[in-house]
T-cell receptor, first 111, second 116 residues
């Protein structure tokens, strides 16, 4: 069945460091791929998405490219800020808006 | 910006008791969902609901669970007889269309259910 695997956390970085959070997926067909973010005390928010192979989703300085050949959708940011501290979830889209999530990766950014 | 709201934020109940988790989806949305996250584990799909009926449900959503839209604004998840393993964060979500691609899921802040 469809599944998502993302790197284990927590990830601790200094401000302005480069961020990569790995995400790979297993799916039949070509599902849409998403990154959601959960800030402390809040719900899940869509960060970015990609709907087909080679699409690049981007938002708030974060980027992820839908790589069909490596079944990956890694999240990157060139220079993280303290305000980026949150839990990041990779997800793939099923039908009816059914999302399949990874376990989440907690990011802590230190000043 | 409109939000999905969930109440209560934290619910403590004894094993075997019934609980009802409440959600108010965004007002013009038509598709509603419940997800849960057991501490340290994945966010898991439970059920989707459209046009006053369940459209899809996971293996987790067994006979102990039910959903209802009792009026035009609330969307509830009932657990009939809670078990210890039901302890989790429960997230409600809604979207205006059934396809998550063009209309992202909007999530509430969650209800933390603790079964003792």
């Amino acid at each position: 069945g469809n599944s998502v695997t993302q790197m284990e956390g927590p990830v601790t970085l200094s401000e302005e460091a480069f961020l990569t959070i790995n995400c790979t997926y297993t799916a039949t067909g070509y599902p849409s791929l998403f990154w959601y973010v959960q800030y402390p005390g809040e719900g899940l928010q869509l960060l970015l998405k990609a709907t087909k192979a080679d699409d690049k989703g981007s938002n708030k300085g974060f980027e992820a490219t839908y790589r069909k050949e490596t079944t990956s959708f890694h999240l990157e940011k060139g220079s993280v800020q303290v305000s980026d501290s949150a839990v990041y979830f990779c997800a793939l889209g099923g039908s009816q808006g059914n999302l399949i999530f990874g376990k989440g990766t907690k990011l802590s950014v230190k000043p | 910006e409109p939000e999905v709201t969930q109440t209560p934020s934290h619910q403590v109940t004894q094993m075997g008791q019934e609980v009802i988790l409440r959600c108010v989806p965004i007002s013009n949305h038509l598709y509603f969902y419940w997800y849960r996250q057991i501490l340290g584990q994945k966010v898991e799909f439970l059920v989707s609901f459209y046009n006053n009926e369940i459209s899809e449900k996971s293996e987790i959503f067994d006979d102990q669970f039910s959903v209802e839209r009792p009026d035009g604004s609330n969307f509830t998840l009932k657990i009939r007889s809670t078990k210890l393993e039901d302890s989790a964060m429960y997230f409600c979500a809604s979207t205006s269309t059934g396809a998550g691609v063009y209309s992202p899921l909007h999530f509430g802040n969650g209800t933390r259910l603790t079964v003792t």
